[in-house]
T-cell receptor
Framework: GAVVSQHPSRVICKSGTSVKIECRSL??????MFWYRQFPKQSLMLMAT?????????EQGVEKDKFLINHASLTLSTLTVTSAHPEDSSFYIC?????????????FGEGSWLTVV | SQQGEEDPQALSIQEGENATMNCSYK?????LQWYRQNSGRGLVHLIL?????REKHSGRLRVTLDTSKKSSSLLITASRAADTASYFC???????????FGQGTRLTINP
């Protein structure tokens, strides 16, 4: 079964509104989670690193005020797309690693399809 | 950009044939991973190869790694229709848990 759960799997929102996507690690605690965005037929692009108990680290070109990340517990990170626009429509996917260090399997959520109309 | 490249971008073969996908990356790595993604779904981890390994097998999958050329290949033997998906390589960026993905190869297995 899935070890990383995302919710919702699909969401449609009106332009100008905000939408929240949740990423939960089900069987382990994760001090760090990662958020990626994937446009149709393209690869995954890392948006930000979500750090439990501290501010997220954003990749270059990603607006921190538009994509709010909160990592309030060791099993939950949320991504809020604020004032969404049609160009924000994309597949958002999170990942988490149950152990520190390199060389360990990273688990991905099933992703969330966001459509802004 | 740190993102790597994969080729071919698309590959269509007959069921039973072998499929080979290649991946190149730009920075030094600790490990390289291959993932599969069915259309509109999340990623499924296939195999991880460490920088000090040259070849690794898992069932019908064979992965090679050439750190001198900064390249890797994924071979799927005796392909099945269910192998139809996009395949991505990913490297650990600066030794962290975050991954840098290649552009992906869209594999179609024709019955």
């Amino acid at each position: 079964g899935a070890v990383v759960s995302q919710h919702p799997s699909r969401v449609i929102c009106k332009s100008g509104t905000s939408v929240k996507i949740e990423c939960r690690s089900l069987d382990f605690q994760a001090t760090t989670m990662f958020w990626y965005r994937q446009f149709p037929k393209q690869s995954l692009m890392l948006m930000a690193t979500s750090n439990e108990g501290s501010k997220a680290t954003y990749e270059q070109g990603v607006e921190k005020d538009k994509f709010l990340i909160n990592h309030a517990s060791l099993t939950l990170s949320t991504l809020t797309v604020t004032s969404a626009h049609p160009e924000d429509s994309s597949f958002y996917i999170c990942s988490a690693n149950p152990m520190r260090g390199t060389g360990n399997t990273i688990y991905f959520g099933e992703g969330s399809w966001l459509t802004v109309v | 950009s740190q993102q790597g490249e994969e080729d071919p971008q698309a590959l269509s073969i007959q069921e039973g044939e072998n499929a080979t996908m290649n991946c190149s990356y730009k920075t030094s790595i600790n490990n390289l991973q291959w993932y599969r993604q069915n259309s509109g779904r999340g990623l499924v981890h296939l195999i991880l190869i460490r920088s000090n390994e040259r070849e690794k097998h898992s069932g019908r999958l064979r992965v090679t790694l050439d750190t001198s050329k900064k390249s890797s290949s994924l071979l799927i033997t005796a392909s099945r229709a269910a192998d139809t998906a996009s395949y991505f390589c990913a490297t650990d960026y600066q030794g962290a848990q975050k991954l840098v993905f290649g552009q992906g190869t869209r594999l179609t297995i024709n019955p």
